[in-house]
T-cell receptor, first 107, second 116 residues
Framework: GQSLEQPSEVTAVEGAIVQINCTYQ??????LSWYQQHDGGAPTFLSY????GLEETGRFSSFLSRSDSYGYLLLQELQMKDSASYFC????????FGSGTKLNVKP | EAGVAQSPRYKIIEKRQSVAFWCNPI?????LYWYQQILGQGPKLLIQ????????DSQLPKDRFSAERLKGVDSTLKIQPAKLEDSAVYLC??????????????FGPGTRLTVL
């Protein structure tokens, strides 16, 4: 089966850096994606890693280590609007999502 | 470019009643997905269509749930009869190509279902 573990909640202050970890167990792994979902909103795609290493997109970066079955999302220069839930998802012939990490950004 | 449209946005029904949700994907997108998202959890794939064919429905409770995508565009998801545990947000998503790992999914706003 597939399983993904991520922290349920993280709190950080505006302007800080926060890292959201995701560990996974899956067969037939292709890649790790990250999605952002504001309360009451639709999930929106943030990033995708198929290979080991760091991918940077503006204030957001995502990292993957296939040998460790581990990845993380790094958010820099946190803004209040970054308060949302963040989901990691693995692709193994279809997408499996983690339970999400609720990020609270405080002033 | 218009996004994924879903209706209704909210629905309240009593258990054992029937309900249907509608989704209109982004124009030209070949693949359409229905997800169930229970409060506090991540989305769970129920069914995936490529054009009007089913790619995966392994997690669809087929005794009560059904879905169709006639003409490879719009889709409907039906629950009959509903149970209390079906209370969730039902998300529709679409992607341009065949739904592989690099095929970005675009989600609609969802339908929030409450079963009393």
């Amino acid at each position: 089966g597939q399983s993904l573990e991520q922290p349920s909640e993280v709190t950080a202050v505006e302007g800080a850096i926060v890292q959201i970890n995701c560990t996974y167990q899956t067969s037939g792994f292709y890649g790790l994606s990250w999605y952002q979902q504001h309360d009451g909103g639709a999930p929106t795609f943030l990033s995708y890693n198929a290979l080991d290493g760091l991918e940077e997109t503006g204030r957001f970066s995502s990292f993957l280590s296939r040998s460790d079955s581990y990845g993380y999302l790094l958010l820099q220069e946190l803004q209040m609007k970054d308060s949302a839930s963040y989901f990691c998802a693995v692709y193994s012939n279809k997408f499996y999502f983690g339970s999400g990490t609720k990020l609270n950004v405080k002033p | 470019e218009a996004g994924v449209a879903q209706s209704p946005r909210y629905k309240i029904i009593e258990k054992r009643q029937s309900v249907a949700f509608w989704c209109n994907p982004i124009s030209g997108h070949a693949t359409l997905y229905w997800y169930q998202q229970i409060l506090g959890q991540g989305p769970k794939l129920l069914i995936q269509f490529q054009n009007n064919g089913v790619v995966d429905d392994s997690q669809l409770p087929k005794d009560r749930f059904s879905a169709e995508r006639l003409k490879g565009v719009d889709s409907t998801l039906k629950i009959q009869p509903a149970k209390l545990e079906d209370s969730a947000v039902y998300l529709c998503a679409s992607s341009l190509r065949g739904g592989g790992d690099t095929d970005t999914q675009y989600f609609g706003p969802g339908t929030r279902l409450t079963v009393l």
